[in-house]
């Protein structure tokens, strides 16, 4: 698994053989040792805030050894709450540094991974000594464009937030603007950032005289703090208005009611999942449609890391904002197994696809009736299912079997009697066969199956 970066004229990033490295630029190599020395880096350290780096500084210049975030993701697999997490990161970083002299030079979610919950800033070539007198960000346009705006255009028009996949450098104002009617454009939301620097831009085109060029300002360097501090606050305002959490989706409310589960059968499904867990005691586990996160929680008592995939946006969003405020360590991934993320960027080698990041980096697979909606609404083989699940998984499978009976399958099947009407466990245990074995079966008594299967060596 290989991808690296290019872009940044300080240094660049590699991963070889499953090492992070920084390459500094000799012109860049004062400033990065200077910034590595500061209270102010050591102290963002220390917190988690900001990477760690072990230096090598040789004759053959300076590089930075960073270590690996266990399952990174992207902006474009992030929630809301992941968003506004590393926008107040961004933020909160950038003020801090001014007591030391520093200043944030670019700010974009990308500078940004997730350990578990917690948001950590990976860039450390996107520090800078800061001008005392200057008291404008230089940052402060690509943080609009890339951090503000699409969440302003995901509340306003539900513009997914997958989008940013497109949109390395965020959104114009004047695109954004075009999108949005005029009641919109004139709301607190979509005002300051969208219709004021759009109609200033059309004004600026549509005057066509010489302008006259304003010397610089200089202010006070104390002066120049606090109007720094002040663009910030603001900016961290309208940014945690923009991310308020969604209200409900089809599938945020589904755990809460269910009708094809009695309390009965909720909790001997529940007690057999805890039981299977401290018993096979994984390390690693990635929970497949793992909805609001009741069972990725669950497994957090049991797992060092814990990943939760769901491809439902508000679902996702309750996991992320419930363990990151109980401090679980269980990384969110808004993102749908049936069409996993592709790699993206430069000849497709900046940003990593979903699966070749998740691909056996597991003790143990969830994947809770989950099996009949990859078969029933994105019509994936069940052999399929399984030999993708013998990829993920380094040793253990926990799925859940549905049986065609079952009201959910049928209201999935959709009259396609004829293909799906005569699946049954066994299968299920077919299609297994060469990549796992059975382990433990235990059988609800609503006709749902629940299977401990273990990988064949």
């Known amino acids: 698994m290989t991808a690296g970066t290019f872009r940044d004229p300080a240094g660049s990033l590699r991963l070889v053989d499953g090492q992070v490295l920084r390459s500094v630029h000799p012109a860049a190599r004062a400033d990065a040792l200077s910034f590595l020395a500061s209270s102010f880096c050591r102290s963002a350290q220390q917190r988690g805030d900001l990477i760690a780096a072990e230096v090598d500084d040789s004759p053959s210049g300076l590089t930075l050894h960073h270590p690996r975030i266990p399952f990174p993701t992207y902006p474009w697999e992030w929630t809301p709450g992941q968003w ?3 926008a107040e990161l961004t933020l909160n970083l950038c003020d801090e540094a001014l007591d030391s002299g520093l200043v ?8 940004v991974l997730f350990h578990g919950a917690r948001p950590v800033f990976v860039d450390i070539l996107s520090f800078e000594q800061r001008d005392p007198a200057a008291s404008l960000w ?10 503000l705006l699409p969440l302003v255009m995901h509340r306003a028009l539900g513009w997914p937030l997958a989008l940013s996949l497109f949109k390395r450098d965020g959104y114009e104002p004047a695109d954004c603007y075009a999108a949005l009617g005029w009641r919109k454009r004139l709301s607190r939301d979509a005002f300051w950032p969208v219709t004021l620097p759009t109609l200033l831009d059309r004004r600026k085109s549509a005057n066509t005289a010489p302008a006259h060029t304003q010397p610089k300002r200089a202010h006070d360097p104390e002066i120049s703090v606090r109007i720094l501090r002040r663009t910030l606050n603001d900016l961290r305002r309208r940014t945690q208005r923009a991310a308020e959490a969604g209200s409900s989706s089809t599938w945020s409310g589904y755990t809460g009611a269910l009708t094809h589960y009695t309390p009965e059968q909720t909790q001997s499904k529940l007690d057999w999942v805890q039981r299977t867990l401290q018993s096979v005691e994984p390390s690693q586990l990635l929970d497949i449609g793992a909805n609001t996160g009741d069972f990725s929680i669950l497994a957090s008592q049991f797992a060092d890391e814990v990943v939760a995939l769901e491809r439902d946006l508000v679902s996702a969003d309750r996991i992320f904002r419930n ?9 969110t991934i808004c993102a749908d197994i049936a069409r996993p993320t592709p790699a993206a960027g430069w000849k497709n080698a900046e940003s990593l696809a979903l699966l070749p990041r ?9 994947m809770l009736a989950v099996i009949h909606h990859l078969i029933l609404m994105e019509q994936i083989p069940l052999r399929a299912i399984l030999v993708l699940c013998s990829r993920l998984t380094r040793r253990y499978l926990i799925v859940e079997w549905v049986p065609v009976e079952d009201p959910m399958y049928q209201s999935l099947m959709r009259g396609r009697d004829a293909l799906y009407g005569s699946l049954s466990e066994n299968d299920l245990l077919a299609a297994s066969a060469g990549h796992f074995s059975v382990r433990d079966r235990h059988a609800l008594s609503n006709g749902r199956i629940l299977f401990l299967l273990e990988k064949s060596a």
């Open 104 to 111: 944030l030079k670019d700010a974009t979610p990308l500078n």
């Open 358 to 366: 998740l691909e056996d980096q597991f003790d143990c697979v969830l």
């Open 323 to 331: 363990t990151r405020e109980r401090n679980l360590s269980i990384t």
């Open 138 to 147: 230089l940052a402060y346009g690509q943080f609009v464009r890339t951090f």
């Open 84 to 86: 506004l997490a590393a």
